[in-house]
């Protein structure tokens, strides 16, 4: 067998883009190709992709394969496991990137799986060990109260890397790279489960993702309308976005679209106003690498507390309107 | 179509929902340890998987199988499945299962499964509540060659067929899979029913089948710790700053206001 290298990052696109979580990939596979000495590969499947392969190249990519065919347009288990798999066994990498989205969760373990080889999920840190060449791949553990490392001797080397916690190269659109069209015949008899229906579950206002400012509110809320009131009031004022913790959401107070959390969406705004929200790992875990945590809470023991750069020991009942009320002021003049 | 045959495969965990300061690294040992008041539960995620088995229990009827595997599961722990309404409770215990990684834990179930032979659903909760890994699902699928769904939040059978509502980032999508199929549950299935007395009760009456490896055809060398793919090299907690300036006022008002100043100062907003 021929001998594994190389990084190969498999991308994903969001409306015909690159996805922010493949220019991440890109970023962290240039550094530790760049350390090795060898070549950074991206992988793109898609009903059309000509665009996003020189975006790919853009961000860091030496070559693009590229899978085109209309079975690919979204994401389907067993049609891109059949795209991943042969890709991985013609070019025979060393390690292989994936993001740690709804498709590398679903997507990862099975390929590791089909390989016989080892894999870590939503690593936050990867780097080569000097010595033995292994990839080092650090995760967060029990609900993010520890970080294990882990290496694995088998090749190719799999990871899935958590939204945010690697940084892109600046785009530049000069750099060269070869893309490679490749065909897979995607043998549709071994599609075993079909896609039927989408449906969409509108948020109304500015995405949580892209939002440089979240309000988030927690258990001690108390219930469904503080959030589209109190909290959405600051939220306005800051031109941000309502988030929630996990009980929120299981009690149905708001969609599961704004749970923030190891299990919900991971953000790293510029601000992270966290309301009433004891501060599990679990939900930390979504918002750790926000620039400035900010915590209101009246538990003055909360865990919060050991995460925020600022906080306010009182009831948000009395805190939130008046903090909104000042901010405004202060914006205003 | 017969009653369907549905297996749940539940890990028992430390209580995830215990306080952070418990979770402390033996860094000597590479390994968590947790004071006695810490309780071992069934894995949050594994119980909405519980759950998913039993809505279709209610509705189309069929038995729920439950699997759990460790070494000196705890059974009043263990059997809470048997309690809300499982049927039988199989254990793969032994001392050699311990330390595993998602592949040997993975091999060891799908081999189980195999031995039982007849199943049409296995539902596994979508991570483990412990190391959050998120693989042993579709790794049993894979080993097993059936088809998986990840991230259900609404599991129905109809005409020999499981309809699966699975969660993608903006919504839900309605996914179809042919049978026997592994379904993975996420937290908007709705968390696991009380045990009524009466279930209670008959589950303690009822004794779990125990398997050691050689009783479904491993070697000790395949479990556990020996069967590992992935190496764990490092378990630890990184230093924290605990540096919170917490913003004080005569009234809750007043600090608020502070904060406010504070933030406008400091740049941050």
Redesign the interface.
């Known amino acids: 067998m021929a001998e594994n290298k190389g990084i190969l990052v498999y991308g994903e696109l969001t409306n015909g883009k690159l996805a922010a979580i493949t220019t991440e990939l890109l970023g962290c596979g240039r550094k530790l190709a760049d350390e090795l000495k060898e070549e950074l590969s991206c992988l793109l499947t898609s009903d059309a992709v000509e665009e996003t392969s020189k975006e790919a190249i853009a961000f860091g990519a030496d070559k693009v394969y590229t899978v085109e065919d209309a079975l690919l347009k979204e994401y389907q288990s067993d049609s891109y496991m059949q795209a991943a798999e042969k890709l991985v066994n013609q070019t025979s990498p060393r390690v292989i990137l994936m993001g740690q989205t709804s498709m590398g969760r679903d997507l990862a373990p099975r390929l590791a799986f089909r390989l016989g080889v080892g894999l870590s999920t939503d690593c936050l840190d990867l780097s080569i060990d000097p010595e033995t060449k292994l990839l080092l791949q650090t995760r967060p553990v029990y609900g993010g109260n520890a970080q294990a490392t882990f290496t694995c001797e088998l090749m190719p080397q799999i990871v899935t890397v958590r939204s945010k916690a690697m940084s892109p190269i600046e785009r530049d659109d000069s750099r060269k790279g070869e893309v490679i069209p490749t065909k897979v015949e995607i043998d549709t008899s071994k599609v075993r489960t079909k896609i039927v229906e989408k449906v969409k579950e509108e948020v109304t206002g500015i995405k949580l993702e892209d939002a440089p400012v979240i309000v988030c509110g927690g258990r001690g809320i108390g219930g469904p309308e503080p959030f589209k009131t109190t909290l959405k009031e600051l939220a306005d004022v800051l031109k941000g976005a309502v988030g929630a913790s996990r009980p929120p959401a299981d009690n149905g107070w708001v969609t599961e679209a704004l749970h923030i959390g190891l299990t919900g969406k991971i953000v790293a705004p510029e601000v992270y106003i966290a309301i009433a929200i004891s501060g599990a790992s679990q939900h930390i875990a979504g918002c750790s690498g926000s620039k400035n945590i900010i915590a209101i809470n009246k538990d003055p023991e909360a865990n919060v507390f050991r995460e925020a750069k600022f906080g306010v020991v009182g009831r948000y009942e009395e805190v939130v309107p008046a903090f909104t009320a000042k901010l405004k002021e202060l914006l205003a003049g | 179509m017969p009653d369907i045959n549905m297996l749940v495969c539940c890990k028992q965990v430390p209580d995830?929902?215990a306080?952070?300061?418990s979770?402390k690294?033996d860094s000597a040992a590479n390994k968590?340890t947790l004071p006695p008041d810490v309780k071992p539960v069934v894995g949050q995620y594994d119980e909405f998987a519980m759950e998913a088995a039993l809505k279709i229990k209610d509705k189309i009827g069929g038995k729920i199988t439950t699997l759990s595997l460790g070494n000196k599961l705890v059974r009043d722990v263990i059997k809470k499945t048997l309690a809300v309404g499982g049927d039988e409770l199989i254990l793969l215990e032994d001392e050699t299962f311990e330390e595993g990684?998602?592949?040997s834990t993975?091999y060891a179930l799908a081999t189980a499964i195999k031995k039982i032979g007849e199943y049409d659903l296995i539902f596994c909760g979508?991570?483990s509540?412990?190391?959050?890994?998120?693989?042993v699902?579709?790794?049993i699928?894979?080993?097993l060659g059936?088809?998986?769904?990840?991230?259900a939040r609404k599991v129905e059978v109809t005409d020999g067929k499981a309809?699966i509502e699975r969660?993608?980032?903006?919504?839900?999508?309605?996914?179809?899979?042919?049978l026997p199929?592994l379904i993975t549950v996420?937290?908007?299935l709705g968390?696991l029913r009380y045990a009524a007395l009466k279930g209670i009760m008959a589950a303690a009456k009822k004794q779990p089948i125990v398997w050691k490896p050689s009783d479904i055809g491993l070697e000790p060398s395949q479990v556990g710790a020996a069967g590992?793919?992935?190496?764990?090299?490092?378990?630890?907690?990184?230093v924290?700053e605990?540096?919170?300036?917490?913003?004080e006022?005569e009234?809750?008002?007043?600090?608020?206001?502070n904060?406010?100043?504070?933030?406008?100062q400091a740049k941050?907003?």
């Open positions: 995830p929902e306080p952070p300061a979770f690294v968590m990684d998602s592949w993975a979508r991570q509540s412990d190391w959050d890994a998120g693989q699902g579709l790794g699928a894979e080993l059936i088809p998986a769904v990840t991230l309809k969660v993608i980032p903006d919504g839900y999508e309605v996914v179809e899979a042919t199929a996420t937290s908007e968390a590992r793919r992935a190496k764990l090299t490092k378990l630890f907690q990184p924290k605990a540096k919170c300036e917490i913003i006022g009234t809750p008002a007043e600090a608020a206001a904060l406010a100043l504070k933030l406008r941050i907003l």
